[in-house]
């Protein structure tokens, strides 16, 4: 008998029901339209300008970060370098002093063959890898006379000096090679920091940039406010410590508050600092409009450790090349007591310093795209200032 069984309905079934084929169109098309509404905002997913700022700032600590291990790593590849060559050069020197040993060597050896003395203990000694080796096993040296010994003691002493020195001038270029890598590591990350803040600028509408430079407009004026705020309490400061001398002068007792000015210890600087520091600053200001360049120590360019290692230069104090160094290179005093002259250092990694000029200024070199300039020490806020230092 032929079956009558009804064929099922085309569909697809959900959770258990079978559905028409109209109804899983439908499913499809809202399943779509449910990932293309999901997939819609990571095709908007554009950072704020907020953002854009806080990365592009960051890009630049980077690079400011990676100029200072640059600066570090080409300054001792220039030192190892000089050593390098110091090395070279003596390694040639002495070379030349045992060719002519071996020369002199060489003419008793003839001397000795001509008059049939010794003969073949002396071929024996020419042909030997050094003559240390060859006296372990003869006795020529009994059969030489006084000049002779003489010689050859020379002789074994300065191959001996001469195999260490280029010893030395070999560990001494494969450390150079290192540091030229580390230089060369430094260099590209620099690059590539400042690469990837120009692509993230180049994004923005010029309506961003122009918002973005009233955001920056508004962080100037915030900063100068607290420069204002620190000269402020600093004139207030040197005039209670000058009227606790006048009353100190006086025979006077004066309180503890008008003494002091301040909770921390006054730091005094030296009888010859603020002349120091005068020459200091007025090469600082000479150098005002020209551009920053990472890497830079003048004349035309500068970076920010360059700037303030010239201008300390120009007053007859030497100071270290890089910002890490610079912060050992002197005393540590409080921002409340800073004095014209002082490096101020800024983050917590120490990637960039100015050097303060009073009332809560500084001169410093910013950043690349920049040029050297006055600015208030809280041009970054008050959280970026890590330490002040009286560098003579």
Known sequence: MASHRKSRPTGTRVAGIRT???????????????????AAPEADDK?????????????????????????????????????????????????????????????????????????PDTATFLLADTPQDYFDQTQLM?????????????????????????????ESLETLTESQGDLKTAKATVQRKLADARELMSKLTAEEKARLAAIEKEKREEAARKADELARQQAAQRQAQEEAA???????????????GSSSPTVPADSSYATKADKALAFARAQIGKPYVWGAVGPGSYDCSGLTQAAWKAAGV??????????????????????????????????????????????????PGTYVREESIYYDGESAIHSVVRPA
Do not use: C, W
Request: hydrophobic letters at 35%; a neutral charge.
């Open 47 to 119: 950072p704020s300008l907020e953002e854009v700022e806080k990365k592009v700032d960051d890009l630049y600590r980077q690079a400011g970060s990676a100029t200072e291990k640059y600066n570090a790593a080409k300054e001792k590849t220039a030192k190892q370098r000089k050593r390098a060559d110091a090395l070279i050069d003596d390694v040639a020197q002495r070379t030349q002093k045992l060719n002519e040993a071996r020369e002199e060597l060489g003419s008793f050896a003839s001397a000795q063959y001509r008059t049939g003395a010794a003969a």
């Open 246 to 260: 006048r009353q100190q002068d006086s025979g006077s007792p004066s309180s503890g508050s008008a003494a002091s």
């Open 318 to 367: 030497t100071l270290p090349r890089t910002t890490y160094d610079q912060v050992n290179a002197g005393t540590t005093v409080p921002l409340s007591q800073a004095q014209p002259g002082d490096l101020v250092f800024f983050y917590d990694d120490l990637t960039h310093v100015g050097i303060y000029i009073g009332n809560g200024m500084m001169i410093h070199a910013p950043k």
């Open 20 to 38: 028409p084929a109209l109804a899983t169109a439908a499913l499809t098309s809202v399943t779509l339209l449910s990932q293309s509404a999901n």
């Open 142 to 170: 009994d059969r030489m006379t006084g000049r002779q010994k003489v010689a050859v003691d020379d002789y074994i002493a300065q191959q001996s000096e001469t195999m260490k020195k280029r010893q030395e001038a070999t």
